[in-house]
């Protein structure tokens, strides 16, 4: 048994799940009472959701119709990163929500070190935006993903390329 297994620890969101988070949120925010004339609008680039709206009042609910639609759509909150509150024309407020995505290279030698320090067997190495974990055996990398599991991060994390 001289194969190694490996796995990749990622933070990444399914683009077309946001897609389909903004589009129930905004059949949502045109439906409900206290939304419905506010003309708000959620704009998606590609790094970012821009929220246009009437007051800090209804941007709190749109943030909260959002927040609920992504949970059900299994979306986590951590790739959101609410900006601060602008001022827009019309006395209206506009915010820009960055998108979270890739490991930091701080948080990937804290996941790394947090792997080396607790387990002897695995090793972890820091490849771009994603940190690769690789032993001999499977059971160790089970492990080794319930250590990772158990921390709370400041990003979403996946793990993929289970081989």
């Known amino acids: 048994m001289a194969s190694t297994y490996s796995f990749d620890i990622v933070s990444d969101f399914d683009r077309q ?19 419905k004339d506010t003309d708000t609008t959620l ?18 609910a749109v943030h909260t119709v959002l927040q609920t639609k992504a949970a059900k759509r299994e979306l986590s909150m951590k790739i959101f990163d609410f900006g601060k509150v602008e001022s827009a024309s ?19 030698k804290q996941i790394s070190k ?30 080794a993903m319930q250590l990772v599991r158990a921390e709370d991060w400041p990003v979403a994390l996946q793990f993929t390329n289970y081989r």
């Open 43 to 60: 704009d998606l680039s590609d790094d970012s959701i821009t929220v246009e709206t009437a007051s800090d009042m209804t941007l709190d």
């Open 114 to 143: 947090l792997i080396r320090d607790n387990m002897k067997k695995v090793q972890a190495s820091i490849q771009g935006d994603a940190v690769r974990v690789s032993a001999k055996s499977k059971d160790d990398l089970q492990e």
């Open 17 to 35: 799940e946001l897609v389909n988070t903004l589009d129930q949120a905004r059949r949502e925010i045109g439906s409900r009472y206290d939304l």
């Open 90 to 108: 019309g006395n209206r407020v506009r915010q820009e929500v960055k998108l979270q995505k890739g490991i930091s290279q701080d948080i990937a």
